[in-house]
T-cell receptor, first 114, second 113 residues
Framework: NAGVMQNPRHLVRRRGQEARLRCSPM?????VYWYRQLPEEGLKFMVY????????ESGMPKERFSAEFPKEGPSILRIQQVVRGDSAAYFC????????????FGNGTRLTVT | DQQVKQNSPSLSVQEGRISILNCDYT??????FLWYKKYPAEGPTFLIS???IKDKNEDGRFTVFLNKSAKHLSLHIVPSQPGDSAVYFC????????????WGLGTSLAVNP
């Protein structure tokens, strides 16, 4: 997991607040992916981004969730007006260009909504 | 609609013996399969992969077998070590689908000394 940095590791929010999760990919990686793991479930794809572009957001809920990967700085996953069902572990992964490059994951952000 | 299935939630093996983790899939468009290992409070770590044009890939103690006709793959770990105790996830990629991975629910492996 060395290289993909996610922060914070733990985030507690009350219902209705906003959550911002940050991900810095490995050096030299230009592709970022966000996955969510709900309790007792496997990882679910949310969104795939390259610098300044959203390539595939088919796994993102249509409302309250957004993601960006700006030219400078980390990728941000933003959840507005959080609800209890958003409580999960959110993992970011990165990869270099190349169709068969395995993903390298960060250690995740565990979001708890109270 | 679970396209990647790991039917054994847990597996217990004695140190030194072989661990066999199984994975079944339903989508014939998957062209690439990966195994990841995950320790508690950490992200998944890539272990080994196999392309759909192959039926076996080996890396040290880890070997992945792919049976396309049965839509089944397995991960063999031999000899198993206590440090292998972790949750193992099988993942598959749909050809041409932006490298989005579809994940199984994982198998928790315990290797007993």
């Amino acid at each position: 997991n060395a290289g993909v940095m996610q922060n914070p590791r733990h985030l507690v929010r009350r219902r209705g607040q906003e959550a911002r999760l940050r991900c810095s990919p490995m050096k030299g990686h230009s592709h970022v992916y966000w996955y969510r793991q709900l309790p007792e479930e496997g990882l679910k794809f949310m969104v795939y981004l390259q610098k300044e572009n959203i390539i595939d957001e088919s796994g993102m809920p249509k409302e309250r969730f957004s993601a960006e990967f700006p030219k400078e700085g980390p990728s941000i996953l933003r959840i507005q007006q959080v609800v209890r069902g958003d409580s999960a572990a959110y993992f970011c992964a990165s990869s270099p260009t190349g169709s068969n490059s395995p993903l390298h994951f960060g250690n995740g952000t565990r979001l708890t909504v109270t | 609609d679970q396209q990647v299935k790991q039917n054994s939630p847990s597996l217990s093996v004695q140190e030194g013996r072989i661990s066999i983790l199984n994975c079944d899939y339903t989508n014939s468009m998957f062209d690439y399969f990966l195994w990841y290992k995950k320790y508690p409070a950490e992200g998944p770590t890539f272990l080994i992969s196999i392309s759909s044009i192959k039926d076996k890939n080996e890396d040290g103690r880890f070997t992945v077998f792919l049976n396309k006709s049965a839509k089944h793959l397995s991960l063999h770990i031999v000899p198993s070590q206590p440090g292998d105790s972790a949750v193992y996830f099988c993942a598959a990629r749909n050809a041409g689908n932006n490298r989005k991975l579809i994940w199984g629910l994982g198998t928790s492996l315990a290797v007993n000394p």
